[in-house]
């Protein structure tokens, strides 16, 4: 069965950093595109940062100067890097991947369960 793993979130002060990582598991064949999303209390959830198998990124315009995604296509996995956190950033942020499970005939989009970042003083 294919899982997304999310872990790295946190409580940290503004102005700190965290770094995400998910790893997907289980039979697979291929990853496709990788990325991040948040969802903040009341609000709907939102893309973060999007990275393809090839690396080219997609970043939301309000956080791209703050965050690099990146990848490890070897270990299955995906980063995300957020510096300058503030206290807006405080959210659920989940891992989404577009995965080609063994035994089937096509992608399929998969969602982690989602880490909890906090950021407040």
């Known amino acids: 069965q294919v899982q997304l793993v999310e872990s790295g979130g946190g409580l940290v002060q503004p102005g700190e950093s965290l770094r995400l990582s998910c790893a997907a598991s289980g039979s697979i064949v291929s990853i496709d595109n990788m990325g991040w999303y948040r969802q903040a209390p009341g609000k709907e959830r939102e893309l973060v940062a999007s990275i393809t198998s090839g690396g080219s990124t997609n970043y939301a315009d309000s956080l791209k100067d703050r965050i690099t995604i990146s990848r490890d296509n070897a270990k299955k996995t995906v980063y995300l890097q957020m510096n300058s956190l503030k206290p807006v950033d405080t959210a659920v942020y989940y891992c989404?991947?577009?995965?080609?499970?063994?035994?089937?005939?096509?992608?399929?989009?998969?969602w982690g369960r989602g880490t909890q970042v906090t950021v407040s003083s």
């Open positions: 989404n991947a577009r995965i080609w499970p063994r035994e089937t005939y096509s992608y399929a989009n998969y």
